[in-house]
């Protein structure tokens, strides 16, 4: 078969990574057949193959994208000042990108067992550029006297899993706000890291 | 076939419910077959029969056995004392308890899309009565005027998904021991909720 026109490619190939994020999120990705994927994209089987050569490319297409896109809206978001505005302004944004990505995040821990082993080096050293974001920002703020941290790369892990734990209970509609959870958990942060805490 | 006898239940029982959890973290429930099950198990496919009638009734058992353990294990750990040191107890629980049990604190947070939902309502009851532990001990914290917290069950969810990431990373043998390792967690749980730390 020919492969699918320039503009086909454009439309049908982020609908193919959609609908592949859904599946694998919903059944987890050992579950997931080519063909399930097709027929949530609405085409046939072997047409799929038009846009991924197989379900671990598209697993790993999945993890790599959404890293990067973490990264580069950091790379944005980070108001580069001084080591609390820092923090604060990290809690934030890890909570507002997460928040709104629950499949891609799911995905992005669970299936870590299903990468094959070059696959897995690569997004293991995405994942890792990423904590070494709030392990930066901590390790500045001990050089400037401005926080108090036992150990750099915990905290950073601590802080990690603290503000992607948000994704477990958060519901837009429910009794606190976005920016109202933003708030109490970026003043936890602080707290965690021995910086004098605003909201309460 | 007959039912087999009371010493082949206790031993193949809870090899049967080694071999699913093994398994379902290994794989995701939904890619595990009874057949895939009884293998591991290395018993028949119509054996396995005898000891649970369905995927779904090991996976409920699986989840439910996890939090009763949790619940009675914390009931002998608590020390029932100061909400401060309350705190620190379960800081340091939490991991110890979470830690030596990999695949069944995966599957308790990843498998809950795959409950039905009457027994996703009494898994979900059981998680609902952990969460109280560190609420109960935060709510006695404010009320004694020891610890600052702006909202008690955010920082109760927030403690809990910190703590519980130590099992994305912890590997025995690693930089810091366990006691380390639960030492400084539980000095970022003291930050976290406005007491003074005491490692740093």
Redesign the interface.
């Given at each position: 078969m020919a492969r699918p026109s320039g503009s086909d490619a454009g439309v049908t190939g982020p609908r193919v990574r959609a609908a592949a994020e859904r599946l694998f999120a919903?059944?987890?990705?050992?579950?997931v057949s080519m063909r399930m994927i097709a027929a949530e994209v609405g085409i046939g089987a072997g047409a799929l193959y038009h846009y991924t050569p197989d379900k671990q490319t598209l697993l790993a297409g999945l993890m790599r994208e959404h890293l990067d896109d973490l990264l580069a809206a950091w790379g944005k978001a980070d108001p580069g000042t001084d080591p609390v505005a820092r923090l604060d302004a990290f809690a934030r944004f890890h909570i507002r990108f997460h928040i709104d990505r629950p499949d891609a995040v799911?995905i992005a821990?669970?299936e870590l067992?299903s990468l094959e082993p070059e696959t897995f080096a690569g997004i293991e050293a995405l994942r890792r550029r990423y904590e070494t974001v709030p392990e930066g920002i901590l390790r500045d703020g001990v050089a400037a006297g401005v926080m108090?941290?036992?150990?750099v790369k915990?905290?950073s892990?601590?802080?990690?899993?603290?503000l992607?734990?948000?994704n477990?209970?958060y519901r837009d509609g429910g009794r606190?706000d976005r920016d109202a959870?933003e708030g109490?958990?970026a003043?936890?942060a602080r707290?965690?890291?021995?910086v004098e805490?605003v909201?309460?």
């Amino acid at each position: 078969m020919a492969r699918p026109s320039g503009s086909d490619a454009g439309v049908t190939g982020p609908r193919v990574r959609a609908a592949a994020e859904r599946l694998f999120a919903r059944h987890g990705y050992a579950a997931v057949s080519m063909r399930m994927i097709a027929a949530e994209v609405g085409i046939g089987a072997g047409a799929l193959y038009h846009y991924t050569p197989d379900k671990q490319t598209l697993l790993a297409g999945l993890m790599r994208e959404h890293l990067d896109d973490l990264l580069a809206a950091w790379g944005k978001a980070d108001p580069g000042t001084d080591p609390v505005a820092r923090l604060d302004a990290f809690a934030r944004f890890h909570i507002r990108f997460h928040i709104d990505r629950p499949d891609a995040v799911f995905i992005a821990y669970m299936e870590l067992r299903s990468l094959e082993p070059e696959t897995f080096a690569g997004i293991e050293a995405l994942r890792r550029r990423y904590e070494t974001v709030p392990e930066g920002i901590l390790r500045d703020g001990v050089a400037a006297g401005v926080m108090a941290v036992a150990d750099v790369k915990l905290a950073s892990m601590a802080l990690i899993a603290m503000l992607t734990g948000v994704n477990t209970w958060y519901r837009d509609g429910g009794r606190l706000d976005r920016d109202a959870v933003e708030g109490i958990y970026a003043d936890m942060a602080r707290g965690m890291v021995g910086v004098e805490r605003v909201s309460t």
